[in-house]
């Protein structure tokens, strides 16, 4: 089955610096994948995904990339607010089944 | 606006009690999940189900169950609670489809004493 990496699993950075997470995943299979964000004491939300058939996707201050050859794709936040502090999960599936899988989250800290 | 609803935030069970999680979702989705939540493991998938009465195991299925009567809801079955068990558990749905967005419940938090 599926197995998704992602790095780093705590992330600090100064307001209005960018935050870059990556993740790999395992199934040449895949070809959705979403970016979620959980914040304390809620349910994860999807803040933006991305399709295979693209290699960049952008929204505001959110970019995600995609590289299907090396099975790698990363979240990218520009200009941090103290608002983007969260845990943000990463995660693939396959058209076949949309069972999704996710890696293990990456806690954002952006300090004022 | 969309909603999934999990019956309770916080629970406290005895080790060996039978445990009910309810997931309730008015949404239409066809399909229903649920994750367990472990920090450093991330959202791991335990069950899932695409229709009334189906269920199909996820990447730790063991020491639970699921029931799917409604296509609204979907519950979580630990048959005989043990401390490992110890978690926060999300339920999750989406629309019919492939590779479309998930929406979580808030969580409940099992504590298995």
């Known amino acids: 089955g599926e197995n998704v990496e992602q790095h780093p699993s705590t992330l600090s950075v100064q307001e209005g610096d960018s935050a870059v997470i990556k993740c790999t995943y395992s199934d040449s299979a895949s070809n959705y994948f979403p970016w979620y964000k959980q914040e304390l004491g809620k349910g994860p939300q999807l803040i933006i995904d991305i399709r295979s058939n693209v290699g960049e996707k952008k929204d505001q201050r959110i970019a995600v990339t995609l590289n299907k050859t090396a099975k790698h794709f990363s979240l990218h936040i520009t200009e941090t607010q103290p608002e983007d502090s969260a845990v943000y999960f990463c995660a693939a599936s396959t058209s076949d089944n949309n069972d999704m899988r996710f890696g293990a989250g990456t806690r954002l800290t952006v300090k004022p | ?113």
């Open chain 2, 1 to 113: 606006d969309v909603k999934v609803t999990q019956s309770s935030r916080y629970l406290v069970k005895r080790t060996g009690e039978k445990v009910f999680l309810e997931c309730v979702q008015d949404m239409d989705h066809e399909n229903m999940f649920w994750y367990r939540q472990d920090p450093g493991l991330g959202l791991r998938l335990i069950y899932f189900s695409y229709d009334v009465k189906m269920k199909e195991k996820g990447d730790i299925p063991e020491g639970y169950s699921v029931s799917r009567e409604k296509k609204e809801r979907f519950s979580l079955i630990l048959e005989s609670a043990s401390t490992n068990q110890t978690s926060m558990y999300l339920c999750a749905s989406s629309s019919p489809g492939r590779n479309t967005e998930a929406f979580f419940g808030q969580g409940t938090r099992l504590t298995v004493v």
